[in-house]
């Protein structure tokens, strides 16, 4: 089993970051892909960002590319969420989410392990 919990989430004007973390336990993350996933009120749940197991591959949705950028450190066993130039429609609630493998995929369905989520509001 692997436990994620999510933090850096909070409010934060347009135009601004946060640095979302994703702290994993009870596994070693480095035979995982690791990805963020968020969700609106009242919309389904979409890929933000993903990183497969050793770092070198990346994927961004298109609405946060050249805004956003995910990383990961496995000697820390944690994944990260860079977000810049906030907009009031990044705002949801973000997940962490693992698979295992090396594999980068979007759908949230191939994903078995979830944290909480972690609340980010950007205010205009």
């Known amino acids: 089993q692997v436990q994620l919990v999510e933090s850096g989430g909070g409010l934060v004007q347009a135009g601004g970051s946060l640095r979302l973390s994703c702290a994993a336990s009870?596994?070693?993350?480095?035979?995982?892909?690791m990805a963020w996933f968020r969700q609106a009120p009242g919309k389904e749940r979409e890929s933000v960002a993903r990183?497969?197991?050793?770092?070198?591959?990346?994927g961004y949705a298109a609405s946060v590319k050249g805004r956003f950028t995910i990383s990961r450190d496995n000697a820390k066993n944690t994944v990260y969420l860079q977000m810049n130039t906030l907009k009031p429609d990044d705002t949801a609630v973000y997940y962490c989410a693992a698979r295992f493998g090396d594999t980068i995929v979007a759908g949230p369905i191939r994903y078995d392990y979830w944290g909480q989520g972690t609340q980010v509001t950007v205010s205009s």
């Open positions: 990183i497969n197991s050793s770092g070198g591959i990346t």
């Open positions: 009870g596994r070693t993350l480095s035979s995982y892909t």
